[in-house]
Nanobody, 117 residues
Framework: QVRLQESGPGLVKPSQTLSLTCTVS??????????WTWIRQPPGKGLEWMGA???????YYRPSLKSRTSISRDTSKNQFSLQLSSVTPEDTAVYYC?????????WGQGTQVTVSS
């Protein structure tokens, strides 16, 4: 059973950088056709695709977040990571990592990140 697990701080101060890691088990993030993806859900709002990293290392970002977002991977640890810079309270959300081919078939449980001083 493929499992994804998000980890990182639950509280980030405004103007700082939010950093999250997704650890994948029972599948390799290298050598497949999947896109390893970050998605978030602000309180009271819908899901928002943030970006993804493909097998060849190509990255794709939501245009409105592109200037602040970076997705990377550590294949030795089978992890991929999200960095979101210059955060504001509007970045408060539950953050999910997910695996995508034609749809999102496996998700992490999500991690709450609150941006507050």
């Amino acid at each position: 059973q493929v499992r994804l697990q998000e980890s990182g701080p639950g509280l980030v101060k405004p103007s700082q950088t939010l950093s999250l890691t997704c650890t994948v088990s029972a599948d390799s993030i290298l050598g497949s056709s999947y896109a390893w993806t970050w998605i978030r859900q602000p309180p009271g709002k819908g899901l928002e695709w943030m970006g993804a990293i493909a097998d060849d290392g190509s990255t794709y970002y939501r245009p409105s977040l592109k200037s602040r977002t970076s997705i990377s991977r550590d294949t030795s640890k089978n992890q991929f990571s999200l960095q979101l810079s210059s955060v504001t309270p509007e970045d408060t959300a539950v953050y999910y990592c997910a695996r995508r081919l034609f749809g999102f078939d496996y998700w992490g449980q999500g991690t709450q990140v609150t941006v507050s001083s």
